[in-house]
């Protein structure tokens, strides 16, 4: 393949096909429909940009061309994707490829390092600057024009890496159209008084606030959710600090740093965000809830923001709730078969309490909504109980607790049973009142599901006891108790397989042999933490003849783990070892999540 200013679609179809990457077949139809597929890209490209990105370059890539056919590699299962032909021309040219990790990128080194007209014109992003040398991610090996032209004006060694068109236009507009939006809105305000920060002086000389309809903030608070949704994260917390505020992203459980946004734009976000969610712009000094409903990818999603008053101002946190995440199938959120049929046995009856405990962050909702899907059709009657609401579901008639009125767990509980409902979930039992409710409604015939805030099992049943709920209710409306918790899953992209070692073997408690298990290397996929994604697992303490001979007003908790164990009660620990031994998850994460 010859040098030249631009590769074309022939020279990488060839490529590919020298690498075995297509078969003969392939490569006859990418020459055949290429130019064709290349217009229709171009054509949805033009059509698919908002009005302030149409700076963007239209020119239509080989590898997004043939990434858009969706070709199976010969004798895989894997499809040929625009990162995968990306890093086999950065191999054929000996150049280094780099897959964008969007949550390892500093902003200002993105936003400060090249121009934004320059970046988007030559389709090149700044990546990393060292004083010395400045790392630049370029979509084309061979367009050295813009490289020369960044070099003599920024007198700079310049280290060029390889990435996918894809990757790099979408720093481009999340990193510019953010830092673009921060930079506008920060030149027209002046440096506001902050009541909320204790340790600086009030100063009321010049005290111009940004509106919360600017703009600027509009667009910076838009980029940030879209930004969000793109790294699939679960919450998005916005948080003031003395002299900045930062924000941070939670992804697989882990929080991720993400920007720093000058302080005086602190007060004009959380405004923002609070007139999206429904809040009392003026109330600074009390924690609000409200709830943002968006749309991502052609799917709803619920966005849950809470406000909490702090040293330094009012802190923000936006918990974003994926449908495709909250309502799974219940055989694909983790259970093994045992556990899976009994939990089945237990939500098909017609009456009882059933109790899902875990720490908050277990994954506990998701199982609940999950459950409510499976049971949701015509013939019964919903209704839940939520503090607040987590999702909007149309199927079921929910209920938001509102302590400030006295519309309480307990007192709605009360009251819905003259709703003829059949099936009821109370978010949270916390309170006497609430236990006793909820045993009323099991004994009258509905079924009952609850959460506990326990670490397992069958400490769930003396939490009942101790809220004053007698043993003999307990035994009698009482149908199972699940423990929950989530665990990191290996990334499949780079796991590699390693044995257990002596210590590690005796700390599980294991046999002693050897153990094939594996890890995750880290990888572009997984942005180089090992894992990707989370699994449940969990502890299901069926409610047998055996638990209720043990269980009285003083029932010990160790005859009660005993009695389970005796029926067959798989612990969360052994669960989690199960998920080790077959490769699902790491010997640390075991270690990390169940002590």
């Known amino acids: 393949m010859s040098h030249k200013k631009a590769l074309t679609l022939e020279d990488v179809a060839h490529l590919l096909q020298k690498n075995r990457l297509i078969s003969l077949d392939q490569h006859k139809e990418i020459l055949a429909k290429g130019e064709a597929r290349t217009a229709r890209l171009q054509s949805y490209q033009?059509?698919?940009?908002?009005?302030?990105?149409?700076?963007?370059?239209?020119?239509?890539?080989?590898?997004?061309?043939?990434?858009?056919?969706?070709?199976?590699?010969?004798?895989?299962?894997?499809?040929?994707?625009?990162?995968?032909?990306?890093?086999?021309?950065?191999?054929?040219?000996?150049?280094?490829?780099?897959?964008?990790?969007?949550?390892?990128?500093?902003?200002?080194?993105?936003?400060?390092?090249?121009?934004?007209?320059?970046?988007?014109?030559?389709?090149?992003?700044?990546?990393?600057?060292?004083?010395?040398t400045l790392t630049v991610a370029v979509a084309d090996p061979f367009d050295s024009e813009g490289i020369e032209s960044l070099s003599s004006v920024r007198k700079i060694n310049i280290r060029r890496v390889l990435s996918s068109k894809t990757d790099i236009q979408k720093i481009l507009r999340e990193f510019y159209g953010f830092r673009a939006s921060v930079l506008a809105a920060q030149s027209e305000t002046t440096a506001a008084f902050d009541l909320g920060n204790l340790e600086q002086y009030v100063r009321l000389k010049g005290t111009k606030e940004i509106e919360s309809t600017d703009k600027n903030i509009v667009a910076a608070v838009e980029f940030l959710l879209h930004y969000a949704f793109d790294q699939r994260a679960s919450d998005i917390h916005i948080e003031p600090k003395r002299e900045?505020?930062?924000?941070?992203?939670?992804?697989?459980?882990?929080?991720?740093?993400?920007?720093?946004?000058?302080?005086?734009?602190?007060?004009?976000?959380?405004?923002?965000?609070?007139?999206?969610?429904?809040?009392?712009?003026?109330?600074?000094?009390?924690?609000?809830?409200?709830?943002?409903?968006?749309?991502?990818?052609?799917?709803?999603?619920?966005?849950?923001?809470?406000?909490?008053?702090?040293?330094?101002?009012?802190?923000?946190?936006?918990?974003?709730?994926?449908?495709?995440?909250?309502?799974?199938?219940?055989?694909?959120?983790?259970?093994?078969?045992?556990?899976?049929?009994?939990?089945?046995?237990f939500i098909r009856k017609p009456n009882g309490i059933i109790l899902i405990t875990g720490p908050t962050g277990s994954g506990k909702t998701t199982t609940l909504y999950s459950s409510l899907r499976t049971l949701s059709s015509p013939e019964v009657n919903i209704v839940t109980i939520e503090?607040?609401?987590?999702?909007?579901?149309?199927?079921?008639?929910?209920?938001?607790?509102?302590?400030?009125?006295?519309?309480?767990?307990?007192?709605?509980?009360?009251?819905?049973?003259?709703?003829?409902?059949?099936?009821?979930?109370?978010?949270e039992i916390r309170d006497r009142e609430t236990a006793e409710n909820a045993v009323q409604a099991a004994l009258t015939g509905h079924l009952v599901l609850s959460t506990l805030h326990t670490n397992d099992a069958p400490t769930a049943i003396t939490r009942l006891l101790d809220l004053g709920i007698p043993s003999f209710l307990i035994s009698s409306t009482v149908v199972g108790i699940i423990a929950q918790r989530l665990i990191r899953k290996i990334c499949p992209n780079c796991r590699v397989e390693l044995s257990l070692n002596e210590t590690e073997v005796s700390y599980l408690q294991l046999e002693r042999r050897e153990y094939r298990?594996?890890?995750?290397?880290?990888?572009?996929?997984?942005?180089?933490?090992?894992?990707?994604?989370?699994?449940?697992?969990?502890?299901?303490?069926?409610?047998?003849?055996?638990?209720?001979?043990?269980l009285s007003d003083r029932a010990d908790l160790s005859a009660i783990s005993d009695a389970a164990k005796d029926d067959g009660m798989i612990k969360l620990r052994q669960a989690a070892i199960c998920k080790l031994l077959e490769g699902v998850t790491t010997y640390e994460e075991v270690i990390s999540v169940t002590g």
């Open 244 to 345: 900045t505020s930062l924000i941070r992203f939670r992804v697989d459980g882990v929080l991720h740093n993400i920007h720093t946004i000058p302080k005086q734009l602190h007060p004009a976000i959380v405004s923002r965000v609070k007139m999206l969610s429904r809040m009392d712009l003026a109330e600074k000094r009390r924690p609000q809830d409200g709830r943002i409903k968006a749309q991502n990818a052609g799917k709803e999603i619920e966005l849950r923001v809470s406000t909490l008053p702090t040293a330094f101002g009012e802190k923000v946190v936006i918990r974003i709730f994926d449908p495709e995440i909250l309502m799974q199938e219940l055989d694909q959120i983790g259970f093994y078969p045992r556990e899976y049929q009994l939990y089945n046995s």
């Open 517 to 550: 298990v594996y890890q995750g290397k880290g990888c572009t996929e997984c942005r180089g933490t090992g894992y990707k994604g989370r699994t449940g697992i969990f502890e299901v303490l069926d409610f047998t003849d055996n638990i209720r001979s043990v």
């Open 46 to 132: 033009k059509g698919g940009y908002s009005r302030r990105l149409q700076t963007i370059t239209e020119q239509i890539t080989p590898a997004e061309v043939i990434s858009s056919f969706n070709l199976l590699i010969p004798g895989s299962s894997r499809v040929l994707t625009e990162d995968a032909i990306t890093e086999t021309i950065a191999a054929t040219v000996k150049m280094e490829y780099l897959k964008i990790d969007p949550l390892k990128l500093d902003l200002d080194v993105v936003t400060n390092s090249i121009p934004r007209p320059f970046a988007l014109k030559y389709v090149m992003a700044a990546i990393a600057d060292d004083n010395e």
């Open 387 to 427: 503090d607040p609401i987590e999702m909007v579901m149309e199927e079921f008639n929910q209920v938001g607790v509102q302590t400030t009125i006295g519309v309480t767990f307990s007192t709605i509980l009360r009251n819905i049973l003259r709703q003829d409902p059949d099936i009821i979930m109370v978010g």
